[in-house]
């Protein structure tokens, strides 16, 4: 019989910790700058100033807005620096363009399908809380062949991470406390949103801050490991222990 206090689900961050987030975001998020830019170099040059990104080397600096934060957070910036309004009109197109090109570009970090059906094989419901949109959400999880029996966005009505809606969300659909479940991310707004639901955290260093990222997130977080091929042999600890999750 399983331990009462095992883990039921695990929610993981999209971006950063299943998909590369500097080979997919780079060049995604440079071709829909171009695009939006629409061949005026100095509102490409202010779309890449608003976003912190470096031309040159196709990545964004550890300051960038884009790296934790939903479209809806800059969207207004972007528009401003083109000229546009920035109504729902504009934030539908932008979160389109991201999705084409996010898809496009696409770049798992690892094998995350075959940690995915290894976890899923041991009885783990699996989910993604992304502050992308549900739909590029799903669009990439069907990409990558991950088995996810829940998937929210910023957009899917449980508000944005660093809120706990998404976490609350999961752990309802699947008819369990907060506190079996874990939540898996790479940034401290991913650990914020679990601490609040009263889930699991555990972070992981394969986001675009590397190791550095772990300042920021040791003192949210319950569970670290480097990247989530250390999962199975995390979980396989917790559930031997027979304590608390934590």
Do not use: C
Request: charged share 20%; no cysteine.
């Amino acid at each position: 019989m399983a331990r009462a206090n095992r883990l039921r689900g695990l929610l993981f961050d999209k971006d950063g910790t299943l998909v590369d987030f500097d080979r997919t975001w780079g060049p995604a998020v440079y071709a829909v700058m171009t695009i939006l830019a629409a061949g005026d170099r100095g509102r490409l040059e202010a779309l890449m100033a608003i976003t912190h990104y470096v031309e040159d080397e196709r990545r964004f600096l550890p300051t960038s807005p884009l790296i934790a934060g939903a479209s809806a957070a800059f969207g207004h910036l972007w528009a401003q620096a083109l000229d546009r309004p920035a109504d729902a009109r504009f934030l539908a197109e932008l979160d389109g363009l991201f999705r084409e090109e996010g898809l496009r570009f696409l770049q798992p970090l690892g094998r995350p399908a075959e940690i995915a059906a290894s976890l899923a094989s041991a009885g783990y419901a699996l989910g993604i809380a992304t502050n992308d949109t549900e739909e590029s959400a799903r669009a990439q999880a069907r990409a990558l062949e991950l088995p996810m029996d829940f998937i929210a966005g910023y957009d899917s009505g449980f508000g944005a991470k660093p809120e706990p809606g998404m976490i609350t969300a999961f752990a309802d659909h699947l008819g369990v406390p907060a506190s079996r479940i874990a939540m898996i991310g790479d940034s401290p707004y991913d650990l914020l949103a679990a601490r609040a639901a009263g889930a699991v955290t555990i972070a992981v260093l394969s986001g675009p801050l590397g190791a550095a990222a772990l300042g920021q997130m040791a003192p949210l977080a319950d569970h670290g490991v480097d990247s989530i091929a250390d999962l199975p042999g995390l979980l396989a600890r917790i559930d031997a222990s027979g304590n608390d999750a934590r």
